[in-house]
């Protein structure tokens, strides 16, 4: 029998005492080394989700759409017209701080990997990026190396990143996240799932070989990084996008056989998840032979082979007597493929080494019964937010027309205008996206920056074989600023604004796949921040009719400081969601089209300054609460936009968030290199008109001619929700807002796009 492991043993694979003692009971007796790995991967928040997956029960999951919902490698949805579309987010946090180019890179092929293992060839890579503040060095490397990453990898890979978001901001300089989201058009006949089946099936092995590279990943993606972090450098993987296009096209192909029974791929846990995962999900065992997997070093014990997280690594179940076949497939590709081991009847995972049962345990054990902790929610919102939500604007200093008094300089608003395009949050992305290739594959509709979502052709025919017009558009949507000052109201407006992105591109809303970024769930205020922000996804999903078919929880991002406390991230629930185009020659981008057209706001939401940019920028303070969401008011707003769109009567739109409608104005004259000139209501303080900041307000354009027809079907589906407020001016009319009769703002063209292209650049050096 093992002898037991000491205390700082186990906690070295991140399981406490308790779920040790548990582990003995349900073994009868003390785990091996390679047990102990095992139970310490597979029992991490990474892969059991023991700490939230009571609050993800919440979440809806099904709709006339939804194909396939969690619990896959990915969910799929039906676009029609027989198209069917797999698509999923995930995490690679805590690889990224410690090594920022092979964390990021590996965060892609590792989201790509989940989209093909479900027969889907991808199509389209977005990511959701947070650092610290571009002042600091540190924060600068690691911005740097990820967008390298992303980069390196999916333009070698040949899949086009179309999309993202980018924030900055000091609640991050510890514990960047970096989120990658793929898309899939699915090429099989059946959708490949990873449940194991039938007795005697050989489990094939399928890719690159297996080092000690990513070693005990999961288990590292479930700790609070600290200075010592820096020694976990092998728990970061390292990928090759060339072997893994290899990849993509043998799959593809052996899935096209019916010889795949189920696939898994080798991502957190490596073959201790997939081996798990299927054995579990298939209600029957796996027995394993260490000796026939691939291995790029000498010398490797059970535990560095079971806890590997080398990349671009795949197991099959096959059909009896086909393996050959496959085998074959992989071969001409230039990639290993073994059979390593057999589907038995017994329940279990069984491990070989050296002819030597190396590792034996319930598979439920691992995937299934794992720990789960019910965890108590404090009666009221902790100090931190009830002190917040004091604020109001009368703390601020007065303002008129002319500007606002802050330390005893004077601010006009053209002034204000122009140092917000100046911040990178609010700023031009394109010294990001410009290092990308988003136009592999010939079907980027919409390039990056031009418009509030992707939007992707899709290469396909429909029942008749004609060529569809069909597409699809996506969108990541996050700001942990709202989330943390309200996690409920935070979550919904996340959902709300990426629902509203896709309306303003011509898209409907089809669905979700989230991905969770929270501190530590065992504290009161981590758990509070947590389970109110899964309270508010759900609720803004049921009502916006776009279900969750999955995602990712990424818990313990936090940072140790030199005294050794922990300072978390912002909680930060990105919002990954797709929507289907019908027609892709009818989409908007967020550019003016033409001098002369009409410009409308929809929507009548009141801004607010609690949680906005200008509020962090201008004043230093991060206070109040966020917009609140009408979900009501959401969907009509955005009803009446797609409509518009489909009718060919919105030539532009452009959803007003952070910065409010002078920054959505701004964004809207650069994109399109012409002015604008409109009117705005001043209810109460000027900055609130002009930068403060509420959901359900889109920014469209139209032509002069279609103004007596758009405004009759306004009257009709909105009644008053909606203002004709002003028109596009040629370019060198610049931005122009009035109240009344006077003049707020009067910004050049080519100064706001100056201060909004130059802003990463110039802190970058």
Same mark, same amino acid.
């Given at each position: 029998?093992?002898?037991?492991?000491?205390?700082?043993?186990?906690?070295?694979?991140?399981?406490?005492?308790?779920?040790?003692?548990?582990?003995?009971?349900?073994?009868?007796?003390?785990?091996?080394?390679?047990?102990?790995?095992?139970?310490?991967?597979?029992?991490?928040?990474?892969?059991?989700?023991?700490?939230?997956?009571p609050?993800?029960?919440?979440?809806?999951?099904?709709?006339?759409?939804?194909?396939?919902?969690?619990?896959?490698?990915?969910?799929?949805?039906?676009?029609?017209?027989?198209?069917?579309?797999a698509?999923?987010?995930?995490?690679?946090?805590?690889?990224?701080?410690?090594?920022?180019?092979?964390?990021?890179?590996?965060?892609?092929?590792?989201?790509?990997?989940?989209?093909?293992?479900?027969?889907?060839?991808?199509?389209?890579?977005?990511?959701?990026?947070?650092?610290?503040?571009?002042?600091?060095?540190?924060?600068?490397?690691?911005?740097?190396?990820?967008?390298?990453?992303?980069?390196?990898y999916?333009?070698?890979?040949?899949?086009?990143?179309?999309?993202?978001?980018?924030?900055?901001?000091e609640?991050?300089?510890?514990?960047?996240?970096?989120?990658?989201?793929?898309?899939?058009?699915?090429?099989?006949?059946?959708?490949?799932?990873?449940?194991?089946?039938?007795?005697?099936?050989?489990?094939?092995?399928?890719?690159?070989?297996t080092?000690?590279?990513?070693?005990?990943?999961?288990?590292?993606?479930?700790?609070?990084?600290?200075?010592?972090?820096?020694r976990?450098?092998?728990?970061?993987?390292?990928?090759?996008?060339?072997?893994?296009?290899?990849?993509?096209?043998?799959?593809?192909?052996?899935?096209?056989?019916?010889?795949?029974?189920?696939?898994?791929?080798?991502?957190?846990?490596?073959?201790?998840?997939?081996?798990?995962?299927?054995?579990?999900?298939?209600?029957?065992?796996?027995?394993?032979?260490?000796?026939?997997?691939?291995?790029?070093?000498?010398?490797?014990?059970?535990?560095?082979?079971?806890?590997?997280?080398s990349?671009e690594?795949?197991?099959?179940?096959?059909?009896?007597?086909?393996?050959?076949?496959?085998?074959?497939?992989?071969?001409?590709?230039?990639?290993?493929?073994?059979?390593?081991?057999?589907?038995?009847?017994?329940?279990?995972?069984?491990?070989?080494?050296?002819?030597?049962?190396?590792?034996?345990?319930?598979?439920?054990?691992?995937?299934?019964?794992?720990?789960?902790?019910?965890?108590?929610l404090?009666?009221?919102?902790?100090?931190?937010?009830?002190?917040?939500?004091?604020?109001?604007?009368?703390?601020?200093?007065?303002?008129?027309?002319?500007?606002?008094?802050?330390?005893?300089?004077?601010?006009?608003?053209?002034?204000?205008?122009?140092?917000?395009?100046?911040?990178?949050?609010?700023?031009?992305?394109?010294?990001?996206?410009?290092?990308?290739?988003?136009?592999?594959?010939?079907?980027?509709?919409?390039?990056?920056?031009?418009?509030?979502?992707?939007?992707?052709?899709?290469?396909?025919?429909d029942?008749?074989?004609?060529?569809?017009?069909?597409?699809?558009?996506? #969108? *990541?949507?996050?700001?942990?600023?709202? +989330?943390?000052? /309200?996690?409920?109201?935070?979550?919904? =407006? !996340?959902?709300? @604004?990426?629902?509203?992105?896709?309306?303003?591109?011509?898209?409907?809303?089809?669905?979700?796949?989230?991905?969770?970024?929270?501190?530590?769930?065992?504290?009161?205020?981590?758990?509070?921040?947590?389970?109110?922000?899964?309270?508010?996804?759900?609720?803004a999903?049921?009502?916006?009719d776009?279900?969750?078919?999955?995602?990712?929880?990424?818990?313990?991002?936090?940072?140790?400081?030199?005294?050794?406390?922990p300072?978390?991230?912002?909680?930060t629930p990105?919002?990954?969601?797709?929507?289907?185009?019908?027609?892709?020659?009818?989409?908007?981008?967020?550019?003016?089209?033409?001098?002369?057209?009409?410009?409308?706001?929809?929507?009548?939401?009141?801004?607010?300054?609690?949680?906005?940019?200008?509020?962090?920028?201008?004043h230093? #303070? *991060?206070?109040?609460?966020?917009?609140? +969401?009408?979900? /009501?008011?959401?969907?009509?707003?955005? =009803? !009446?936009?797609? @409509?518009?769109?489909?009718?060919s009567?919105?030539?532009?739109?452009?959803?007003?968030?952070e910065?409010?409608?002078?920054?959505?104005?701004?964004?809207?004259?650069?994109?399109?290199?012409?002015?604008?000139?409109?009117?705005?209501e001043?209810?109460?303080?000027?900055?609130a008109?002009?930068?403060?900041e509420?959901g359900?307000r889109?920014?469209v354009?139209?032509?002069?001619?279609?103004?007596l027809?758009?405004?009759?079907?306004?009257?009709e589906?909105?009644?008053?929700?909606?203002?004709?407020?002003?028109?596009?001016?040629?370019?060198?009319?610049?931005?122009q807002m009035?109240?009344?009769?006077?003049?707020?703002?009067n910004?050049s063209?080519?100064a706001?796009?100056?201060?909004?292209?130059?802003?990463?650049?110039?802190?970058?050096?």
């Amino acid at each position: 029998m093992p002898a037991p492991f000491t205390a700082d043993e186990i906690a070295s694979e991140g399981i406490n005492p308790e779920e040790y003692e548990e582990i003995v009971r349900r073994l009868g007796r003390h785990p091996n080394r390679a047990e102990l790995g095992m139970f310490g991967v597979m029992w991490s928040e990474h892969c059991c989700y023991k700490n939230s997956r009571p609050l993800l029960k919440q979440f809806p999951t099904t709709g006339d759409r939804i194909l396939v919902g969690p619990g896959e490698n990915a969910g799929v949805v039906d676009l029609g017209d027989g198209l069917r579309l797999a698509f999923k987010i995930e995490s690679h946090n805590h690889p990224s701080a410690i090594e920022p180019y092979q964390g990021a890179a590996t965060g892609v092929g590792g989201i790509l990997r989940d989209i093909f293992t479900m027969g889907a060839r991808p199509i389209a890579v977005l990511n959701s990026l947070r650092f610290g503040s571009l002042a600091s060095a540190r924060s600068q490397r690691i911005f740097s190396g990820v967008v390298a990453g992303i980069a390196g990898y999916g333009n070698s890979v040949g899949v086009p990143t179309v999309g993202g978001e980018i924030y900055f901001d000091e609640a991050y300089s510890g514990n960047p996240l970096v989120n990658a989201m793929a898309l899939g058009l699915m090429e099989t006949p059946d959708i490949v799932k990873s449940g194991a089946s039938g007795i005697g099936n050989p489990v094939v092995y399928v890719g690159s070989t297996t080092g000690r590279d990513g070693m005990g990943g999961a288990s590292f993606a479930s700790a609070e990084l600290s200075e010592e972090s820096e020694r976990d450098r092998p728990a970061v993987q390292v990928g090759d996008p060339f072997l893994e296009k290899s990849l993509i096209e043998a799959c593809l192909e052996a899935f096209k056989t019916g010889a795949v029974l189920a696939a898994q791929d080798m991502g957190a846990a490596g073959l201790t998840c997939s081996t798990a995962e299927m054995a579990a999900k298939g209600g029957i065992g796996i027995e394993l032979d260490l000796d026939k997997i691939p291995a790029r070093e000498t010398g490797m014990v059970p535990y560095e082979f079971l806890l590997s997280e080398s990349q671009e690594r795949m197991l099959f179940v096959a059909a009896v007597g086909r393996e050959g076949e496959l085998i074959e497939i992989f071969h001409r590709w230039g990639l290993h493929a073994v059979v390593a081991g057999q589907t038995i009847a017994e329940p279990i995972v069984r491990i070989f080494f050296q002819n030597e049962v190396a590792a034996e345990i319930a598979a439920a054990a691992l995937a299934e019964d794992t720990p789960i902790y019910h965890r108590e929610l404090l009666n009221e919102p902790p100090a931190y937010a009830r002190q917040a939500w004091e604020w109001t604007a009368d703390e601020l200093p007065s303002c008129n027309a002319a500007g606002i008094a802050i330390a005893d300089a004077i601010y006009a608003w053209t002034d204000v205008l122009l140092q917000l395009l100046d911040v990178p949050n609010l700023a031009s992305k394109q010294w990001v996206y410009r290092q990308y290739d988003h136009q592999v594959q010939n079907n980027t509709v919409v390039l990056p920056g031009a418009a509030d979502a992707a939007v992707i052709r899709l290469r396909a025919a429909d029942a008749t074989g004609t060529p569809t017009l069909r597409g699809v558009a996506a #969108t *990541v949507d996050c700001n942990g600023r709202y +989330v943390y000052l /309200d996690p409920y109201e935070g979550a919904k =407006a !996340a959902v709300a @604004e990426a629902a509203r992105n896709l309306s303003c591109v011509g898209a409907e809303p089809l669905a979700v796949t989230d991905n969770l970024n929270f501190g530590n769930p065992e504290t009161p205020v981590g758990y509070w921040q947590l389970a109110s922000a899964c309270r508010g996804i759900a609720d803004a999903c049921r009502a916006l009719d776009t279900p969750v078919t999955g995602g990712n929880v990424s818990l313990y991002n936090e940072t140790l400081d030199s005294r050794g406390n922990p300072q978390a991230i912002y909680p930060t629930p990105v919002i990954g969601m797709v929507g289907v185009v019908e027609d892709i020659t009818r989409t908007c981008s967020q550019g003016w089209k033409a001098a002369d057209d009409c410009i409308y706001l929809l929507g009548d939401s009141t801004p607010t300054l609690g949680s906005s940019e200008y509020l962090t920028v201008l004043h230093g #303070t *991060v206070a109040g609460r966020p917009p609140q +969401v009408d979900c /009501d008011r959401e969907r009509t707003v955005q =009803a !009446a936009c797609r @409509e518009g769109i489909r009718r060919s009567w919105v030539r532009s739109a452009h959803d007003c968030a952070e910065g409010g409608i002078a920054i959505a104005l701004a964004e809207c004259c650069i994109a399109g290199d012409l002015g604008a000139a409109v009117t705005i209501e001043v209810a109460e303080r000027v900055d609130a008109a002009l930068f403060g900041e509420a959901g359900a307000r889109i920014l469209v354009s139209v032509a002069a001619g279609d103004r007596l027809d758009w405004e009759a079907y306004l009257q009709e589906v909105l009644g008053d929700r909606w203002q004709a407020i002003g028109t596009v001016q040629p370019s060198d009319a610049g931005l122009q807002m009035s109240a009344g009769k006077a003049v707020l703002v009067n910004a050049s063209l080519e100064a706001m796009r100056d201060r909004w292209s130059a802003a990463i650049p110039r802190r970058l050096g």
